[in-house]
Nanobody, 123 residues
Framework: QVQLVESGGGLVQAGDSLRLSCAASGGLFSSYAMGWFRQASGKEREFVAAIRWSVGLYGDSVKGRFTISRDNAKNTVYLQMNSLKPEDTAVYYC??????????????????WGQGIQVTVSS
């Protein structure tokens, strides 16, 4: 059982930056894919970014603004969010997909999820 704890969220203004962290424990391996999803109020959970080994994958709405990275020594994945917009407001969830890795842009196939952390961007 992998446990995930998100941190780094909060309230910021449009144009600001935040870095979310997801600390993993309970048997996380470098072969696991890790992803970030978000869910705004009244919306479906949306793919934000994922990383498999060192290769990042991004949703269209965040390309060029967000960067996913991982530090295997710290068992942590990060989401650097720049040029934040009010439409980025959501609860952000960290997730892990064990091999065989599925389609990383979908919630289907992810095995573990964090509790989520609120990011609010004011205009």
């Amino acid at each position: 059982q992998v446990q995930l704890v998100e941190s780094g969220g909060g309230l910021v203004q449009a144009g600001d930056s935040l870095r979310l962290s997801c600390a993993a424990s309970g048997g996380l391996f470098s072969s696991y894919a890790m992803g970030w999803f978000r869910q705004a109020s009244g919306k479906e959970r949306e793919f934000v970014a994922a990383i498999r080994w060192s290769v990042g994958l991004y949703g269209d709405s965040v390309k060029g603004r967000f960067t996913i990275s991982r530090d295997n020594a710290k068992n942590t994945v990060y989401l650097q969010m720049n040029s934040l917009k009010p439409e980025d407001t959501a609860v952000y969830y960290c997730a892990v997909d064990r091999p065989p890795v599925g389609m990383l842009t979908s919630v289907i196939g992810y095995d573990y999820w964090g509790q989520g952390i609120q990011v609010t961007v004011s205009s």
